[in-house]
């Protein structure tokens, strides 16, 4: 198992920019594919945006395209989500995931069934 630990959530204006960060300890962060998605209250936890494990490659949700980015720091063991242009729609909590399998090739649609291990979760706030 790999242990994820998010940070840099927090209260921000709508417009406003907000950088996560998600740092991985445990097995080997390398060789797995790397998410973040996010759960608003009443609503199922819903995918944001994903990093292969060779950086190569980035999926993200049609809600989020052009104002997120998501990237990842191997030898620090670490993915971020840079969000720009923030709204209030985008206020929930905010997790890291990883793939439960190695050295895979990353979905073209991805799903929480594709991740085993979870962080804790980071509160995002937009006001308007």
């Known amino acids: 198992q790999v242990q994820l630990v998010e940070s840099g959530g927090g209260l921000v204006q709508a417009g406003g920019s907000l950088r996560l960060s998600c740092a991985a300890s445990g097995r080997t962060f390398y060789v797995y594919n790397m998410a973040w998605f996010r759960q608003a209250p009443g609503k199922e936890r819903e995918f944001v945006a994903a990093?292969?494990?060779?950086?190569?490659?980035?999926r993200y949700a049609d809600s989020v395209k052009g104002r997120f980015t998501i990237s990842r720091e191997n030898a620090k063991n670490t993915v971020y989500l840079q969000m720009n242009s923030l709204k209030p729609e985008d206020t929930a909590v905010y997790y890291c995931?990883?793939?439960?399998?190695?050295?895979?090739?990353?979905?073209?649609?991805?799903?929480?069934?594709?991740?085993?291990?979870w962080g804790q979760g980071t509160q995002v706030t937009v006001s308007s």
């Open positions: 995931a990883a793939d439960k399998q190695p050295w895979r090739t990353l979905a073209v649609s991805m799903t929480a069934s594709n991740f085993g291990s």
């Open positions: 990093v292969s494990w060779s950086t190569s490659t980035t």
